[in-house]
Protein backbone atom coordinates (compact mmCIF):
# COMPACT_ATOMS: atom_id res chain seq x y z
CA UNK A 1 0.00 0.00 0.00
CA UNK A 2 1.25 3.53 -0.38
CA UNK A 3 2.24 5.44 2.47
CA UNK A 4 3.41 9.80 2.71
CA UNK A 5 4.76 10.11 5.82
CA UNK A 6 5.72 13.59 7.06
CA UNK A 7 7.94 14.61 9.62
CA UNK A 8 9.93 17.44 10.55
CA UNK A 9 7.40 20.26 12.10
CA UNK A 10 7.40 22.16 15.20
CA UNK A 11 7.44 25.10 17.01
CA UNK A 12 10.08 27.84 15.15
CA UNK A 13 10.28 31.25 16.10
CA UNK A 14 9.74 34.12 13.45
CA UNK A 15 12.88 34.66 11.22
CA UNK A 16 13.51 31.03 11.64
CA UNK A 17 14.39 27.67 9.45
CA UNK A 18 12.51 24.70 9.36
CA UNK A 19 12.85 21.17 6.77
CA UNK A 20 9.77 19.15 6.20
CA UNK A 21 10.32 15.78 5.10
CA UNK A 22 8.20 13.46 3.09
CA UNK A 23 8.90 9.14 3.22
CA UNK A 24 7.01 7.41 0.53
CA UNK A 25 6.60 3.85 -0.27
CA UNK A 26 4.49 1.91 -1.95
CA UNK A 27 4.31 3.69 -5.21
CA UNK A 28 7.04 4.31 -7.94
CA UNK A 29 8.56 7.59 -7.07
CA UNK A 30 10.32 8.34 -9.82
CA UNK A 31 7.18 8.74 -11.82
CA UNK A 32 5.09 11.02 -9.88
CA UNK A 33 4.74 14.80 -9.02
CA UNK A 34 5.17 15.82 -5.55
CA UNK A 35 3.94 18.69 -3.65
CA UNK A 36 3.48 20.19 -0.48
CA UNK A 37 0.09 21.99 1.01
CA UNK A 38 -0.55 23.93 3.25
CA UNK A 39 -4.12 24.03 5.69
CA UNK A 40 -4.53 26.52 8.64
CA UNK A 41 -7.62 26.19 11.01
CA UNK A 42 -10.48 27.62 9.05
CA UNK A 43 -8.62 27.99 6.03
CA UNK A 44 -8.42 25.78 2.70
CA UNK A 45 -6.00 23.58 1.61
CA UNK A 46 -3.54 25.31 -0.49
CA UNK A 47 -0.68 24.18 -2.89
CA UNK A 48 2.19 25.82 -1.24
CA UNK A 49 5.48 23.88 -3.56
CA UNK A 50 5.18 20.98 -6.02
CA UNK A 51 7.79 19.19 -8.11
CA UNK A 52 7.75 17.81 -10.96
CA UNK A 53 9.37 14.26 -12.18
CA UNK A 54 11.46 16.34 -14.52
CA UNK A 55 12.62 18.31 -11.33
CA UNK A 56 10.53 21.67 -12.03
CA UNK A 57 9.32 23.46 -9.48
CA UNK A 58 6.53 26.26 -8.70
CA UNK A 59 5.65 28.37 -5.68
CA UNK A 60 2.43 30.19 -4.05
CA UNK A 61 3.72 33.75 -4.60
CA UNK A 62 3.76 34.13 -0.69
CA UNK A 63 6.95 31.93 -0.10
CA UNK A 64 8.89 32.25 -3.18
CA UNK A 65 12.64 33.20 -2.10
CA UNK A 66 12.17 31.42 1.27
CA UNK A 67 10.63 27.93 0.59
CA UNK A 68 12.70 25.28 -1.36
CA UNK A 69 11.03 22.14 -2.86
CA UNK A 70 13.13 19.35 -3.29
CA UNK A 71 12.90 14.95 -3.97
CA UNK A 72 15.72 12.64 -3.57
CA UNK A 73 14.65 9.96 -5.90
CA UNK A 74 17.05 7.41 -4.60
CA UNK A 75 15.85 7.93 -0.97
CA UNK A 76 12.16 8.27 -2.16
CA UNK A 77 12.21 11.34 -0.14
CA UNK A 78 10.60 14.98 -0.65
CA UNK A 79 11.61 17.97 1.24
CA UNK A 80 10.61 21.37 1.90
CA UNK A 81 13.38 23.62 3.08
CA UNK A 82 11.68 26.82 5.33
CA UNK A 83 13.59 29.66 5.78
CA UNK A 84 12.67 32.89 7.10
CA UNK A 85 9.59 31.79 8.39
CA UNK A 86 6.47 33.83 9.24
CA UNK A 87 3.48 33.66 11.75
CA UNK A 88 1.34 33.63 9.13
CA UNK A 89 3.12 30.03 7.92
CA UNK A 90 1.49 28.33 10.60
CA UNK A 91 -0.63 25.85 9.67
CA UNK A 92 -0.43 21.92 8.98
CA UNK A 93 1.66 20.58 5.71
CA UNK A 94 0.92 17.80 3.55
CA UNK A 95 2.84 16.09 1.36
CA UNK A 96 1.44 14.90 -1.65
CA UNK A 97 1.90 12.37 -4.98
CA UNK A 98 0.21 12.17 -8.61
CA UNK A 99 0.65 10.87 -11.34
CA UNK A 100 0.31 13.13 -14.62
CA UNK A 101 -3.01 11.93 -16.34
CA UNK A 102 -3.85 9.57 -13.34
CA UNK A 103 -6.53 10.41 -11.14
CA UNK A 104 -5.38 8.71 -8.05
CA UNK A 105 -3.57 10.81 -5.68
CA UNK A 106 -1.78 10.09 -2.02
CA UNK A 107 -1.91 12.57 0.96
CA UNK A 108 0.55 12.03 4.05
CA UNK A 109 -1.10 12.22 8.19
CA UNK A 110 0.35 15.87 7.87
CA UNK A 111 3.06 18.11 10.32
CA UNK A 112 2.29 20.82 12.23
CA UNK A 113 4.10 23.93 11.75
CA UNK A 114 4.02 26.60 14.41
CA UNK A 115 5.29 30.12 14.13
CA UNK A 116 5.46 32.01 17.17
CA UNK A 117 7.40 33.92 19.23
Known amino acids: QVQLVESGGGLVQPGGSLRLSCAAS????????LSWYSQAPGKQRELVAA???????NYEDSVKGRFTVSRDNAKKMVYLQMNSLKPEDTAVYYC???????????WGQGTQVTVSS
Open 51 to 57: ITTGGRT
Open 96 to 106: HATRWGISVDY
Open 26 to 33: GLPFTIYD
